[in-house]
Protein backbone atom coordinates (compact mmCIF):
# COMPACT_ATOMS: atom_id res chain seq x y z
CA UNK A 1 0.00 0.00 0.00
CA UNK A 2 1.32 3.38 -0.80
CA UNK A 3 0.49 6.75 -1.21
CA UNK A 4 -1.01 7.01 -5.17
CA UNK A 5 -0.18 10.94 -5.72
CA UNK A 6 0.86 14.76 -4.39
CA UNK A 7 3.91 15.41 -2.41
CA UNK A 8 4.26 12.06 -0.90
CA UNK A 9 3.65 9.74 -4.16
CA UNK A 10 4.93 6.53 -3.98
CA UNK A 11 5.37 6.66 0.09
CA UNK A 12 4.72 3.24 1.26
CA UNK A 13 2.41 2.59 4.40
CA UNK A 14 2.75 0.18 7.24
CA UNK A 15 -0.69 -2.01 7.70
CA UNK A 16 -1.29 -3.99 10.67
CA UNK A 17 -1.34 -7.58 10.66
CA UNK A 18 -4.40 -9.81 9.94
CA UNK A 19 -8.13 -9.26 9.06
CA UNK A 20 -9.36 -6.60 11.68
CA UNK A 21 -7.77 -3.98 9.33
CA UNK A 22 -9.08 -3.62 5.53
CA UNK A 23 -7.34 -0.61 4.12
CA UNK A 24 -8.75 0.77 0.81
CA UNK A 25 -6.80 -0.66 -2.28
CA UNK A 26 -4.46 1.94 -3.91
CA UNK A 27 -6.78 1.79 -7.14
CA UNK A 28 -9.59 2.26 -5.25
CA UNK A 29 -8.15 5.08 -3.89
CA UNK A 30 -6.73 7.05 -7.02
CA UNK A 31 -10.45 6.20 -8.46
CA UNK A 32 -12.01 8.12 -5.54
CA UNK A 33 -9.86 10.83 -5.53
CA UNK A 34 -10.09 11.47 -9.04
CA UNK A 35 -13.66 11.85 -8.79
CA UNK A 36 -13.19 14.28 -5.25
CA UNK A 37 -10.77 16.53 -7.35
CA UNK A 38 -11.09 16.36 -10.85
CA UNK A 39 -14.31 14.62 -11.31
CA UNK A 40 -17.84 15.26 -10.45
CA UNK A 41 -16.86 16.94 -6.87
CA UNK A 42 -13.94 19.35 -8.07
CA UNK A 43 -13.26 19.25 -4.32
CA UNK A 44 -10.48 21.88 -3.69
CA UNK A 45 -8.36 20.18 -0.96
CA UNK A 46 -5.75 22.72 -0.55
CA UNK A 47 -5.99 24.20 2.78
CA UNK A 48 -9.11 22.06 3.77
CA UNK A 49 -9.87 20.23 7.33
CA UNK A 50 -10.12 16.58 6.88
CA UNK A 51 -11.76 13.81 8.86
CA UNK A 52 -10.61 10.75 8.55
CA UNK A 53 -13.28 8.34 10.52
CA UNK A 54 -12.68 4.48 11.39
CA UNK A 55 -9.30 5.79 9.95
CA UNK A 56 -7.16 2.14 10.60
CA UNK A 57 -4.02 2.73 8.44
CA UNK A 58 -5.05 6.52 8.05
CA UNK A 59 -4.40 6.07 4.12
CA UNK A 60 -7.46 7.99 3.09
CA UNK A 61 -6.32 10.66 5.26
CA UNK A 62 -2.57 10.91 4.41
CA UNK A 63 -3.51 10.69 0.72
CA UNK A 64 -5.60 13.93 1.48
CA UNK A 65 -2.67 15.96 2.85
CA UNK A 66 -0.19 14.89 0.44
CA UNK A 67 -2.78 15.90 -2.34
CA UNK A 68 -2.85 19.75 -0.51
CA UNK A 69 -5.32 19.37 2.09
CA UNK A 70 -3.90 21.64 5.12
CA UNK A 71 -4.63 19.38 8.59
CA UNK A 72 -6.09 15.50 8.76
CA UNK A 73 -8.11 14.36 11.71
CA UNK A 74 -7.64 11.01 12.00
CA UNK A 75 -10.25 9.08 14.48
CA UNK A 76 -9.67 5.24 15.36
CA UNK A 77 -10.04 3.21 18.22
CA UNK A 78 -8.31 -0.24 17.62
CA UNK A 79 -4.87 -0.35 19.26
CA UNK A 80 -3.17 -1.68 16.90
CA UNK A 81 -4.44 0.34 13.81
CA UNK A 82 -3.32 3.27 16.04
CA UNK A 83 -0.06 2.24 16.25
CA UNK A 84 0.08 1.45 12.74
CA UNK A 85 -1.42 5.06 11.97
CA UNK A 86 1.22 6.92 14.16
CA UNK A 87 4.20 5.47 12.58
CA UNK A 88 2.39 6.24 8.84
CA UNK A 89 2.09 9.98 9.99
CA UNK A 90 5.75 9.69 11.49
CA UNK A 91 6.85 8.44 8.17
CA UNK A 92 5.24 11.08 6.22
CA UNK A 93 6.62 13.35 8.80
CA UNK A 94 3.09 14.65 9.11
CA UNK A 95 2.31 15.50 12.56
CA UNK A 96 2.23 18.85 12.70
CA UNK A 97 -1.08 18.61 10.64
CA UNK A 98 -2.62 15.76 11.98
CA UNK A 99 -4.44 15.04 15.11
CA UNK A 100 -5.33 11.58 16.02
CA UNK A 101 -8.25 10.83 18.47
CA UNK A 102 -7.94 7.04 19.83
CA UNK A 103 -12.04 7.00 20.46
CA UNK A 104 -15.16 5.59 18.86
CA UNK A 105 -15.99 7.14 15.84
CA UNK A 106 -19.94 6.68 16.47
CA UNK A 107 -19.24 8.60 19.59
CA UNK A 108 -17.93 11.69 18.60
CA UNK A 109 -18.95 14.51 21.03
CA UNK A 110 -18.14 17.66 20.47
CA UNK A 111 -16.26 18.99 17.42
CA UNK A 112 -12.27 20.03 17.40
CA UNK A 113 -12.68 21.66 13.90
CA UNK A 114 -15.21 21.47 11.07
CA UNK A 115 -14.16 19.09 8.02
CA UNK A 116 -14.70 20.41 4.57
CA UNK A 117 -14.70 16.71 3.57
CA UNK A 118 -15.30 13.60 5.94
CA UNK A 119 -13.91 10.27 4.98
CA UNK A 120 -16.08 7.05 6.56
CA UNK A 121 -14.25 3.64 5.60
CA UNK A 122 -16.36 1.51 8.66
CA UNK A 123 -15.57 -1.98 9.16
CA UNK A 124 -17.27 -3.82 5.68
CA UNK A 125 -21.06 -5.69 7.21
CA UNK A 126 -21.24 -4.31 11.06
CA UNK A 127 -23.69 -1.25 10.69
CA UNK A 128 -21.61 1.58 11.78
CA UNK A 129 -21.73 4.15 8.80
CA UNK A 130 -25.35 5.04 9.50
CA UNK A 131 -24.24 5.47 13.69
CA UNK A 132 -20.71 7.51 12.50
CA UNK A 133 -23.40 9.65 10.13
CA UNK A 134 -25.62 10.78 13.35
CA UNK A 135 -22.50 11.33 15.38
CA UNK A 136 -20.98 13.64 13.06
CA UNK A 137 -24.26 15.82 12.84
CA UNK A 138 -24.30 15.79 16.75
CA UNK A 139 -21.25 16.74 17.20
CA UNK A 140 -21.28 20.10 14.78
CA UNK A 141 -18.60 18.22 12.95
CA UNK A 142 -19.21 19.29 9.16
CA UNK A 143 -18.58 22.56 7.89
CA UNK A 144 -20.90 24.00 5.48
CA UNK A 145 -21.25 22.50 1.98
CA UNK A 146 -18.59 19.49 3.24
CA UNK A 147 -18.92 16.17 0.68
CA UNK A 148 -19.18 12.52 2.80
CA UNK A 149 -18.03 9.83 1.30
CA UNK A 150 -18.58 6.31 3.08
CA UNK A 151 -16.89 3.17 1.84
CA UNK A 152 -18.60 0.03 2.19
CA UNK A 153 -18.83 -3.34 0.44
CA UNK A 154 -20.09 -3.04 -2.89
CA UNK A 155 -23.35 -5.33 -1.72
CA UNK A 156 -24.09 -3.68 1.24
CA UNK A 157 -26.92 -1.47 1.94
CA UNK A 158 -27.09 1.87 4.00
CA UNK A 159 -30.26 3.38 5.44
CA UNK A 160 -29.56 6.81 5.17
CA UNK A 161 -30.13 8.61 8.84
CA UNK A 162 -32.16 11.77 8.52
CA UNK A 163 -30.36 14.87 7.42
CA UNK A 164 -27.96 13.30 3.99
CA UNK A 165 -28.74 13.54 0.65
CA UNK A 166 -27.18 11.04 -1.15
CA UNK A 167 -25.37 12.86 -4.06
CA UNK A 168 -23.38 9.63 -6.18
CA UNK A 169 -23.26 5.98 -5.22
CA UNK A 170 -20.02 3.85 -7.12
CA UNK A 171 -18.62 1.20 -7.10
CA UNK A 172 -14.29 -0.02 -7.55
CA UNK A 173 -14.03 -3.50 -7.10
CA UNK A 174 -15.03 -4.93 -3.78
CA UNK A 175 -15.97 -1.30 -2.56
CA UNK A 176 -18.67 1.47 -3.19
CA UNK A 177 -18.38 4.84 -2.27
CA UNK A 178 -21.45 6.93 -1.47
CA UNK A 179 -20.77 10.46 -1.67
CA UNK A 180 -23.38 12.96 0.73
CA UNK A 181 -23.88 16.25 1.60
CA UNK A 182 -25.63 16.98 4.70
CA UNK A 183 -29.59 18.51 3.99
CA UNK A 184 -30.43 21.85 3.72
CA UNK A 185 -33.50 22.26 5.65
CA UNK A 186 -36.53 23.72 3.89
Do not use: C
Not at 3 to 27: K, N, Y
Not at 153 to 178: C, I, M, N, S
Amino acid sequence: MRIVAGRHRGARLEAPPGEATRPTSDRARQALFDTLTGGRFDIDLDDAIVLDLFAGTGALGLEALSRGAARAIFVEKDRAALAVLNRNIAHLKAGDRTLVLAQDATRLGRAREAAALVLMDPPYRQGLAGPGLQALLAGGWLAPGALIVVEQAKDEALELPPGFDLLEDRRYGAARFLFLRQAVPE
